[in-house]
């Protein structure tokens, strides 16, 4: 079950919207991996998962970018933690909103461009 806050999310998430980031073609910066991509939070960049490269495992642990969006299922994790964050949290449900509307082209149902 995710965790409904990160004592990191106040220093290590310096992204402040999305709309730019998140495409239907986004491929991982370094391999070009076009399934199972994560966004960074601290930097926007796009990188593949554990599972298939670990491009923004390796991301996080050099450049020490702890939380990263799921370009999959929209999940946000936090690499210190080693768990996953809930969405409707305070500095995250912007972004979530963000990825939502990049992803499917419209906001998630009950929110618009102007909830916060």
């Known amino acids: 079950m995710p965790k409904a806050s990160c004592e990191h ?8 919207s999305l709309l730019e980031q998140v495409k239907p073609d986004n491929v991982c910066g ?8 994560w966004i960074c939070l601290a930097c926007g960049d796009c990188f593949c998962g554990r599972f298939i490269n670990r491009h923004m495992v390796d991301h ?3 450049k020490y ?3 990263a969006l799921s370009l999959s299922d929209l999940s946000f994790w936090c690499y210190v933690c080693d768990e996953y964050i809930i969405h409707t949290n305070p500095i995250l449900h912007p972004l979530y ?3 939502h ?3 499917f ?3 998630p149902p009950g929110t618009n461009e102007s909830d916060q």
């Open 101 to 103: 509307k990049g992803k």
């Open 97 to 99: 909103r963000d990825a």
């Open 105 to 107: 082209g419209d906001y």
């Open 60 to 62: 996080s642990m050099e």
């Open 30 to 37: 370094e391999c070009g991996h076009e399934e199972e991509n």
């Open 65 to 67: 970018h702890l939380v």
């Open 9 to 16: 999310l106040e220093e290590h998430v310096k992204v402040r």
